[in-house]
């Protein structure tokens, strides 16, 4: 809802109150309605200001309500009113004033912010548009391009941004309530017609046509299939193109053919599920709320590969001390060089001073003695990691949390070479570290509640997306990963083609298909793992029999091609041929398109036509299949923590958000039935054959995803 006072006798104070972010919802808005009536008929009130409890103006809209049938005044006539009042309405911007906020704001006749205070129409990352005026009055307000710029991404800008960009009419660093009443004081009386932005058209620009016709061929590029950036650009050209009435009768249109679309669905899941994975639950019923974290001051990293360089930029730029360990004096010496470097850079992009000297470099593992946390990031061995775990339970001082950077290892098989099995837990990083943006943090059945915590809330502090996952074979993201790469195998083997798999994903919206992005991490990292687990064998034999290893279906073909030296692009040739090593632009092979027909005249298969729509059942289910097993046996705690792993770690397109919310988006009982037919065709691939959670949902009439945890064993979901 919205209070109303009066202070320095004759301004109309307005203050939004819904925590925690004062979202726009019916309560709000027929508050905000209500007080402004009373203000603008109150004749001893000369001017009015709006501002948020809290020290923070608005978030928007409130996106809970979009899941229901909306009630309450709508935004539109309640901004109108207020821009066409005839007393001066300053908005007071503390903290954040996003989408509808930023709106609401555009709707005053001035702004004020706090210098710490942010701003954005991001709109576009919910599948939606700024569509209570926001795209029809920013442009006219700032420029297309820029308004362009803020619409399209969604970014949020600084105080000293918005005001350089004239969305704000002054900046201050004390109390902006203050300030904006003083202001308002200032301005009583004066003609408001030049403050009404909608009644502007939008600033000249030369080449409008141009300006669109790029802008939306870098959008298409970039948005992977999302729409809703698309109709973005459609809604500014309106603003410059069209009166403001019909601008916004195209707003409302556009608005309309999003705010029903799947993807604006799957983005709001996701805006939430994000929320969602930070209130972690163990099996053992430990949760966030009751699990208190250690205060973490100093941290350590052990080895300083590409993986432990990443993790100490990471870890530095929060501002903790880091011991950054490696005992091979020449690669110490690189890697002091590499993460100066990218400490730099970053501090440089985020305009601070970089944290040189938070990183203290070391060959002696006895340096660590006295840090809170250590992160060991040696190479994937399990050997190697038990042995600098022995020695850092000899080294460390009590009580240090032990945590294992691996993507696949048994953290739970670490933990029983410490005397402390109860402070180890994994934290699974993805590279590069100081950049991408998910961390699993992985619980043995001994890690305490405690160090989960820490690990979570030191993740959180990095700007990771952390979701808290059990032990397991590659644990969440990896293990979903295997049969999505072993369908991709198969697929070769019955006719298709690199280019025509990675095609199909990438028209879903992955970034790069799964030969690219083999090619990419390097197919010696698979062929690793599999020789580790006995598959591998010399590659003379044929026939059906050569192909089944260890009981199930086995495709070999990636084992061949690290046979010939084909690593990917760090050796130029792969599933694809690179100009030299370490090219990145992907060519056609003739090569490796002769090698699979003579690989399928060996083995006697037979190349028939593979379309899209096989290539994306094949991979996305079996991808999708292992996630219901993951949920079945508790290894994670809901869908929405899969769904979070995908959209922020593995490519997996937003705006279909996630795998589990994709199956539920496609239907259960369609998934099964895919499912079902694979596996009839193809009796020797487990992992086709459908999970007993799939079929227990399908039984019980395909519920909503939120409400899946009613057919999962050892739900401990959020959402
Ligand atoms: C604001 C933040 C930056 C704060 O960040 P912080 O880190 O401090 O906190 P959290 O992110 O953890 O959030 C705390 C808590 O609050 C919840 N929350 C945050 N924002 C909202 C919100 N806007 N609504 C609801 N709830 C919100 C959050 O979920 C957390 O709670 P939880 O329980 O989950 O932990 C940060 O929160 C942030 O970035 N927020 C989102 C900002 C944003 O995206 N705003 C835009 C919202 S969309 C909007 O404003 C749309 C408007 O342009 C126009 C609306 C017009 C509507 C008209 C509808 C017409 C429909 C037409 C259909 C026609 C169909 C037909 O014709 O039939």
Redesign the pocket.
């Known amino acids: 809802m919205a209070e109303y006072n009066r202070v320095s006798e004759c301004v109309g104070l307005i203050t939004l109150r819904n925590p ?2 004062n ?1 726009l919802s019916a309560a709000v808005r027929q508050g905000i309605v209500d007080t402004v009536q009373r203000a603008l008929s109150d004749p001893n009130v000369k001017s009015v200001v709006i501002c948020g409890q809290n020290g923070i103006f608005c ?6 309500e979009f899941r229901s049938n ?1 009630t309450g005044p709508p ?1 539109i006539p309640m901004i109108h009113a207020i821009e066409s009042a005839n007393k001066p309405v300053v908005a007071a911007i503390e903290g ?1 004033a ?3 906020g930023l ?1 609401l704001a555009l709707g005053c006749h001035y702004r004020i912010a706090h210098s710490k205070a942010r701003l954005g129409l ?2 576009v ?2 599948g ?1 548009l ?3 005026g ?1 795209s029809q009055r920013l442009p006219r307000l700032i420029g297309v391009p820029a308004a362009l710029n803020l619409i399209t991404t969604g970014r949020h800008v600084t105080a000293a941004e918005a005001l350089q960009l004239g969305i704000v009419d002054q900046v201050t660093d004390h109390n902006t309530v203050a300030a904006a009443v003083k202001f308002a004081l200032s301005v009583a009386g004066r003609s408001l017609d030049p403050r009404r932005i909608s009644t502007h058209p939008c600033p000249q620009q030369p080449d409008l046509d141009a300006l669109f016709e790029e802008v939306m061929q870098k959008v298409r590029q970039s948005a992977r299939g999302a729409i809703a950036p698309i109709a973005c650009v459609q809604a500014v050209r309106a603003a410059a193109t069209l009166p403001y009435a019909q601008g916004m009768e195209r707003e409302r249109e556009l ?2 053919t999003l ?2 679309s799947g993807q604006a669905r799957a983005l709001q899941y996701c805006f ?1 599920a994000e ?2 994975v930070g209130r972690w639950r163990m099996p053992s019923g430990a949760r966030w709320d009751t699990s208190k974290p250690r205060p973490v001051h100093k941290a350590a990293v052990i080895g300083l590969g590409t993986m432990g360089r990443g993790i100490t930029v990471a870890l530095a730029q929060t501002g903790l001390s880091v011991i950054a360990v490696e005992t091979q004096e020449k690669q110490l010496m690189e890697a002091k060089q590499a993460i100066s470097g990218m400490l730099e850079r970053g501090a440089k992009g985020r305009g601070v001073a970089p944290a040189l000297d938070g990183v203290i470099y070391s060959q002696n593992i006895q340096a660590v003695a006295d840090v809170d946390l250590v992160i060991e990031a040696v190479f994937e061995d399990i050997a190697l990691k038990t042995k600098v775990f022995q020695q850092l339970s000899a080294v460390c001082k009590p009580g240090t949390l032990l945590c294992t950077n691996t993507s696949a290892l048994d953290v739970d098989q670490l933990a029983s070479e410490t005397p402390n099995p109860e402070l180890v837990v994994g934290m699974h990083f993805f590279a590069p570290a100081h950049v991408m943006k998910l961390l699993e943090v992985v619980y043995g059945p001994r890690s305490s509640p405690q160090a989960v915590a820490t690990a979570m809330q030191l993740g959180k502090k990095m700007g990771k997306a952390s979701v808290a996952v059990g032990n397991c074979r590659g644990f969440v993201g990896n293990r979903m990963l295997k049969p999505y790469i072993e369908e991709a195998f198969f697929l070769l083997e019955e006719g298709a083609t690199p280019e025509l798999v990675d095609q199909a994903l990438e028209e879903f919206g992955f970034p790069m298909g799964v030969f690219r992005m083999s090619d990419l991490s390097g197919l010696d990292v698979g062929w690793r793992v599999r020789k580790g687990d006995g598959l591998v064998e010399p590659g003379t034999a044929s026939g059906r029999s050569a192909r089944i290893r260890q009981g199930r279906r086995y495709s070999p073909l990636g084992d061949l091609l690290c046979e010939e030296g084909r690593f990917g692009q760090k050796t130029g040739r792969g599933w694809y041929q690179y100009d030299k090593p370490g090219s990145r632009v992907a060519r056609f092979d003739p090569w490796l398109h002769s090698f699979l027909g003579a690989y399928r005249a060996q083995h006697g298969l037979v190349a028939r036509r593979i379309d899209h729509q096989e290539v994306l059942e094949r991979c996305l289910y079996a991808l999708i299949n292992e996630g219901f097993h993951i949920l079945d046996d508790g290894i994670a705690a809901g869908p929405e923590d899969i769904d979070v792993i995908y959209v922020s770690g593995y490519g997996w397109p937003r705006h279909r958000g996630g795998p589990m919310f994709y199956a539920n988006m496609v239907g259960l009982a369609k998934v099964l039935e895919r499912l079902e037919h694979y596996q009839q065709l193809h009796p020797e691939v487990p992992h086709l054959q459908p999970s007993s959670l799939l079929r227990r949902l399908v039984a019980s009439g395909s519920p909503p995803i939120h409400k899946w945890g009613e057919a999962i064993k050892k739900l401990h979901s959020q959402l």
Do not use: Y
């Open positions: 925690p972010v979202a978030g928007g809209a409130d996106i809970k909306m935004l954040s996003l989408g509808g709106e991001p709109e990352s919910l939606l700024p569509a209570a926001g608005m309309a705010f029903t939430f929320r969602a």
